[in-house]
């Protein structure tokens, strides 16, 4: 027996392009919701030249719209506005990430939605949300990490800040964007009218400095979060190891660092004074990296090390 999604029944126009909305009307698809993915006129989603590409077609813009129904519209013609505003009542969610004030321009800002559907919801993603003073800003996913601060916190000490090679941002965001529209939904459902929602790359961004906001907080100012490189600044030991095949993570905090200690042969390093207390392992964590690491080494792979730990 087929048992329904939980968005089965919600119909969404996703007028998105690149990653982060894209993400959004993903898995609003693949929990069921029927959605519509509109394109402009003539270039389409310009991530359909992205990447890997088969018989002209994008690896990268399938694998981020698949389970859509596809429409390309000309709106810069009478005739393709009028479409937009006719398709407008007959869904429940509009979701769109241009520019501030793009869509708009195309006669889909939010009165005119609103009144042409007070039951839809609608939703724009940007870089840094659409009111402020840096709304007008165009930006993509490191750039929005970069305002967030959280750039400078990737890389070695001593080098330069190190950019992932993941979208983390625009995915991020894209799962936040999802969220508010379901919570949205809910309101709706229980009686609520249609909603406005502002989602920005910065503010998701921003949730990750889960500890840095606290301390820079709680000290009053006199805390300042920096790059640690492969090893935490904060928790020790937590990083990156060389291994024997690569690089293994190890995490080995508060109640885990005696057992980490019997289990590498050396007890003694509980009563070393470098590394007795939690601060002590922090401060000397590059040299506690050097005694975890020889006794990587000791092993032939790295398989009879993570079998220990684990």
């Not at 057992?259 to 042969?265: H, I, P, T």
């Not at 070393?272 to 922090?282: E, G, S, T």
Request: aromatic content about 8%; some cysteine; overall charge negative.
């Amino acid at each position: 027996m087929n048992h329904p999604h939980v968005l089965s029944g919600i119909k969404v126009l996703d007028f998105t392009q690149h990653l982060a909305g894209p993400t959004t009307t993903r898995l609003m698809a693949e929990m069921g919701a029927e959605v519509v993915k509109l394109e402009l006129a003539p270039r389409g989603d310009q991530v359909r030249k992205v990447g890997y590409l088969k018989g002209g077609r994008s690896a990268y813009f399938l694998s981020q719209n698949r389970g859509k129904k596809s429409l390309c519209l000309n709106v810069k013609t009478a005739a393709g506005r009028q479409i937009l505003q006719d398709l407008v009542p007959q869904f429940d969610v509009l979701l769109e990430n241009f520019a501030p004030g793009v869509i708009g321009r195309m006669g889909l800002d939010w009165s005119t939605v609103h009144e042409l559907n007070p039951k839809l919801i609608m939703c724009s993603i940007s870089t840094f949300g659409q009111t402020g003073p840096l709304a007008d800003l165009p930006g993509f996913d490191y750039i929005g990490q970069a305002y967030a601060g959280v750039t400078g916190l990737i890389g070695e000490p001593e080098g330069s800040p190190t950019l992932p090679t993941v979208a983390m941002g625009d995915v991020m965001t894209g799962v936040h964007a999802l969220a508010a529209i379901s919570s949205a939904l809910y309101h709706r459902a229980v009686g609520g009218p249609g909603q406005y929602l502002d989602l920005s790359l910065l503010d998701s961004y921003f949730h990750c400095h889960e500890s840095g906001v606290a301390m820079i907080s709680g000290s009053e100012g006199r805390f300042a979060p920096s790059r640690g490189g492969s090893h935490s600044p904060g928790l020790a030991p937590l990083g990156a190891f060389k291994g024997n095949d690569g690089y293994l993570i190890i995490i080995a905090v508060l109640h885990q660092w005696q057992a980490l200690c019997e289990v590498m042969g050396m007890p003694e390093l509980l009563t070393d004074p470098r590394f007795a207390k939690i601060n002590d392992r922090v401060r000397n964590r590059l040299v506690l990296a050097e005694v975890i690491e020889s006794w990587i080494a000791s092993f032939e792979t790295d398989r009879e090390v993570i079998d220990l730990l684990e």
